[in-house]
């Protein structure tokens, strides 16, 4: 008789208590909370994350995928076979893949219950590809939607693909468009900034492409970063060498744009440290960034963007937490080398690994769902 009476208590909670409750669940543990009686299921919240999940490397023949929530510090799988493929590539919570078919797909937020899968042109009709011998994981390198397709029907799709050149792609269209640059060198990266895709090329050229504006298709250079930068303020043991080995743009919480460069020590097991400067287009000046409050930065081997976190979030800030890819020469041909995700204190230039993996690089998903 108490049993009966405790279940009907729990299911006669205030759904504004209910409601406060399930805000606090990472979407896994909102699913379970909704299943628990009708009450519940009304009274909790839509669904949403507040903080990234990191998709794990891919199990080769899986059809379950696992992900990792920084909110509750748990692995979570979820039965996704529309996920099997070869390449994966995120943003805005949508996540691209690519198959040997050399078909393009993009799937709406692989943690969603409900699947939405929009078809994209396939590689042989970006321009001036004939023809590829064999599949090649890396022919796209970066993934970069305006918007959610889910909220705007006028989204649009950039890739930095083939030799680093950026390909454009609308709803309705049957090919993708070439992006033509002033220069030639291949990019680095390219997001979605202020109404226009923002790109850095390999010497650190910044372009603009207006793709609602007059000349969609054309990119200008819009800044170009300063040779030399101040010295380090966290350095390493004197002598120690370092290169870049990824640079990155990231819109900031408040609407800047920031250039990250993430550097490593040549002859280390894993040693990174990062440099992060905010550029004025309009007075055409950078300056470091030293501290960056209540913000971390999320940076990957596709998807990077910027969150304000609080003590709920589990997230520290300040932080740079990001994605890597280590190679060592008997890896190279086997299984794709060391990954992982550490997190970076901008403070003091210390480093933390905290996921580790194998093959794949593991992947951010946006939260915007």
């Known amino acids: 008789m108490a049993s009966t009476s405790m279940a009907r208590n729990w299911a006669e909670l205030p759904p504004e208590l209910l409601q406060l409750c399930s805000q606090r669940l990472c979407p896994k543990n909102l699913s379970a909370f909704r299943a628990v009686c009708h009450s519940w299921q009304s009274a909790a919240v839509k669904e949403r994350s507040d903080v990234p999940w990191l998709m794990l490397t891919d199990k080769k023949g899986m059809l379950w995928r696992e992900f990792f929530c920084l909110s509750c510090q748990q692995v979570h799988k979820k039965f996704l076979p529309e996920m099997m493929a070869n390449g994966y590539f995120s943003s805005r919570g949508w996540v691209l893949t690519t198959s040997r078919d050399w078909e393009f797909r993009m799937l709406k937020t692989p943690m969603s219950r409900y699947s939405h899968i929009i078809k994209l ?33 006028d989204y649009k799709v ?16 049957e090919e993708w468009t070439a992006v033509d640059s002033p220069t030639d060198e291949k990019n680095y990266d390219v997001i979605y900034y202020k109404g226009s895709f923002v790109a850095v090329d390999f010497e650190n050229r910044i372009l603009r492409c207006d793709v609602d504006g007059p000349t969609p298709f054309e990119a200008r250079v819009v800044f170009q970063m300063p040779q030399r930068l101040p010295e ?18 990231v819109q900031s919480t408040t609407g800047s744009l920031l250039f990250v460069s993430l ?41 990077s963007f910027s969150l304000e976190v609080d003590e709920d979030h589990l997230i520290k800030p300040n932080c740079i937490y990001f994605t890597y890819v280590r190679l060592s020469s008997s890896q190279f041909f086997e299984d794709g080398g060391d990954t992982g995700m550490g997190i970076y204190h901008l403070e003091n230039g210390t480093v933390e690994l905290h996921v580790e993996g194998k093959s794949s690089p593991l992947l951010w998903i946006e939260p915007c769902f």
């Open 232 to 249: 380090f303020k966290h350095e390493y043991p004197p002598g120690s060498l370092w290169y870049v080995n990824q640079v990155f743009l």
């Open 158 to 173: 950039m890739v930095i693909y083939d030799n680093g050149q950026l390909g454009l792609w609308k709803p309705g269209e």
């Open 121 to 153: 042109p396939n590689w042989n009709k970006f321009p001036n590809i004939e023809d590829l011998p064999f599949f090649d994981v890396e022919f796209v390198r970066k993934f970069v939607l305006s918007d959610s397709p889910t909220t705007s029907p």
């Open 263 to 303: 550097q490593e020590q040549v002859a280390s097991t894993i040693t990174f440290r990062f440099r992060v400067l905010e550029i004025d287009l309009d007075t055409q000046m950078c300056t470091e960034v030293e501290n960056l409050g209540n913000t971390s930065l999320f940076l990957g081997h596709n998807s």
